[in-house]
């Protein structure tokens, strides 16, 4: 990225959407990252209130945005929106990245590829091991699915026993052999 006082016409736009998001240190990382790089991007934060999503969703194709990341709570409810859902997000249920597309929005998921890349990087092999989860959300939704397709046997755990409880049987329903 230039400069922030260079920002100009020709700046890709990118960002976070999330409820609340001003405490993301994502803008810090990625513009970080963009003025490394030398791309004429900046990422912005995007408070967007639950009831205001699908506006906002239109509103990043209007003003030209190349992509978002998405967190909570809109990992799941952004799926309405998309025009196009990759597997991972589509078997996960959730979306975290949005990338742009000619009629709209593909979404993705990042959090399988990247967990399993963090595993591989360190030798973690997930075959025959026991893993416990600590969440139900969109995250931990990713991880399950990650270690149960490695070979895992996981255990969830929520604060909302029901959330996990959920998570569970939607994961012994794409994983039957683990149940």
Same mark, same amino acid.
């Given at each position: 990225?230039?400069?922030?006082?260079?920002?100009?016409?020709? !700046?890709? &736009?990118?960002?976070?959407?999330?409820?609340?998001?001003?405490?993301?240190?994502?803008?810090?990382?990625?513009?970080?990252?963009?003025?490394?790089?030398?791309?004429?991007? +900046?990422?912005?934060?995007?408070?967007?209130?639950?009831?205001?999503?699908?506006?906002?969703?239109?509103?990043?194709?209007?003003?030209?945005?190349?992509? +978002?990341?998405?967190?909570?709570?809109?990992?799941?409810?952004?799926?309405?929106?998309?025009?196009?859902?990759?597997?991972?997000?589509?078997?996960?249920?959730?979306?975290?990245?949005?990338?742009?597309?000619?009629?709209?929005?593909?979404?993705?998921?990042?959090?399988?590829?990247?967990? &399993?890349?963090? &595993? !591989?990087?360190?030798?973690?092999? +997930?075959?025959?091991?026991?893993?416990?989860?600590?969440?139900?959300?969109?995250?931990?939704?990713?991880?399950?699915?990650?270690?149960?397709?490695?070979?895992?046997?996981?255990?969830?755990?929520?604060? !909302?026993?029901?959330?996990?409880?959920? &998570?569970?049987?939607?994961?012994?329903?794409?994983?039957?052999?683990?149940?």
């Amino acid at each position: 990225m230039t400069p922030m006082n260079a920002i100009n016409g020709r !700046t890709k &736009l990118v960002g976070v959407m999330g409820w609340p998001v001003e405490h993301s240190l994502s803008p810090q990382m990625h513009n970080a990252a963009f003025a490394t790089l030398g791309l004429n991007h +900046c990422y912005v934060p995007l408070a967007v209130a639950p009831d205001r999503l699908r506006e906002a969703v239109a509103g990043l194709r209007a003003l030209g945005f190349v992509g +978002c990341n998405v967190t909570v709570p809109h990992k799941q409810a952004v799926r309405d929106y998309m025009q196009e859902i990759s597997e991972e997000a589509q078997v996960v249920g959730a979306v975290n990245t949005l990338v742009r597309r000619e009629d709209g929005w593909a979404g993705h998921n990042s959090d399988v590829p990247g967990f &399993l890349a963090s &595993l !591989t990087e360190e030798g973690f092999h +997930c075959q025959g091991k026991r893993a416990l989860v600590l969440g139900a959300g969109g995250a931990a939704r990713g991880v399950t699915y990650a270690l149960m397709r490695g070979g895992a046997e996981v255990v969830i755990l929520n604060r !909302t026993p029901s959330r996990a409880e959920a &998570l569970a049987r939607d994961m012994s329903t794409l994983f039957p052999e683990a149940t």
